[in-house]
């Protein structure tokens, strides 16, 4: 049988700090090392950053730890909620609000990745306050956290590739997502930007330079319902539900944190396939767009959602990519102080909509419907994938489960 013993997180890793580049000096901000912070540990696997620094402010201010080395979030107001850990996917930089993990010989750093996970809440539970009441997790207080795991590497190497193997088949996924995402957002642009559609060699309409049977319109001329959603109460045990800001992220729909609602809803606000769904208030979310595109059971969003519903003459999966393209624009439209930004339905409504022919509306939802559909069987398995793993991890990692 495997042995497993109990050791001081200070005896599997080592710790490594980063920092911060100096923002004065813009040499330091045009290089090709992804430079990790908080904003970039929204994923499990870190392929990329937002920002890149140079050579010369990694080895000023900075370090660079190789792929497959984890960074872990020390210092911030996630901590309140969650534990963000990834592990790097290609060497990188990072900020002082991370800490760089180097395992030491004998452990497996995909197991400490995976042990994180399924401890996270005992990990939070040491957290301290910092200034503004933002969280804290020290290095002494993490260097003493105890973590159980094999004895020998081989078996905690056996854990892991049978947890990596669900996380593979989710990225996957997640990668065949983008594709088609990406595919049906460049049909939309070659038909409608570049005005290369199926039949495209005729005469244009005047100086608006676009077809003969072709409008310039508006968002609230093309759609039958544009309104925000209710103030909610809840009920844990309530079937119906309730999306909120949370739920619209990188233009897509998830109602993993949508909740169970308690209200009484008007018909007109459950949410129907092809309804196009805007964040509508706070700076950060304001603007986020995205469409609901499966039959839903009594959802509905929060008041600080719209809900923008194309009319019967409108084909949903054109209207849907015309207004995804227009999430800048809907974020540059908000009004009001910081943090306070709205975007009122007025502003949505008056919005310019190009109205192309119902034919070629039609050929195009024709032709990237098999694309969303494909797109939701893909998002239901890799709910069921974070499932299975979610259940598995817990026992493999604390050797309930031997393999």
């Known amino acids: 049988m495997n042995r497993w013993v109990e050791k001081r997180l200070g005896d599997c890793v080592s710790f490594l700090s980063g920092g911060t580049p100096a923002r004065d000096n813009p040499g330091f901000w045009e290089g090709e090392i992804p430079w990790a912070s908080n904003k970039d540990m929204k994923v499990s696997r870190l392929h990329d950053t937002i920002e890149h620094i140079s050579s010369d402010a990694a080895e000023s201010s900075s370090k660079v730890v190789p792929a497959n080395s984890l960074l872990l979030v020390v210092r911030g107001m996630a901590l309140a909620k969650m534990l963000p850990i990834a592990i790097t996917q290609r060497p990188m930089a990072f900020n002082q609000d991370l800490k760089a993990l180097k395992a030491k ?68 996924c ?83 944190q949508a909740r169970n609602l308690a209200n009484e809803v008007s018909s007109e606000k459950w949410l129907q396939k092809g309804d196009v769904l805007i964040n509508s208030t706070g700076t950060g979310t304001l603007g986020r767009v995205a469409q609901v595109r499966e039959e839903l059971d009594s959802v509905t969003v929060d008041t600080h959602v719209t809900i923008v ?71 239901k398995q890799i709910t069921q994938l974070r499932q299975a793993r979610d259940l598995l991890l817990p026992r493999l990692i604390s050797g309930q489960l031997r393999i």
């Open 309 to 379: 519903r194309p009319n019967a003459g409108i084909f949903p999966w054109f209207f849907g990519q015309q207004l995804l393209r227009m999430e800048a624009l809907f974020e540059s439209l908000g009004e009001g102080a910081t943090n306070q930004t709205e975007l009122k339905r007025d502003r949505i409504r008056d919005t310019n909509f190009l109205l192309p022919s119902p034919q070629i509306m039609a050929a195009f939802d024709e032709k990237v419907e098999p694309m969303i559909e494909q797109i939701e069987v893909l998002k």
């Open 105 to 172: 010989e004998g452990i497996s750093g995909a197991f400490l990745y995976y042990w994180f996970v399924a401890n996270a809440d005992y990990v939070l539970s040491k957290a301290d306050e910092a200034a503004h009441g933002t969280k804290r997790l020290q290095t002494p207080t993490l260097e003493e956290l105890r973590v159980r795991l094999p004895f020998d590497l081989s078996e905690q190497d056996r854990i892991v590739s049978q947890l990596e193997q669900i996380d593979d088949w989710i990225e996957n």
């Open 174 to 256: 997640e990668k065949r997502i983008e594709l088609l995402e990406e595919a049906a957002r460049l049909i939309y642009t070659e038909w409608f930007v570049r005005l290369r559609y199926p039949g495209h060699r005729q005469k244009m309409a005047g100086t608006r330079n676009l077809p003969s049977d072709w409008e310039a319109s508006t968002i609230g001329a093309v759609t039958s319902y544009l309104n925000r959603g209710v103030p909610p109460s809840y009920d844990k045990n309530s079937a119906k539900r309730v999306v909120n800001q949370k739920c619209i992220r990188d233009r897509q729909l998830s109602l993993e």
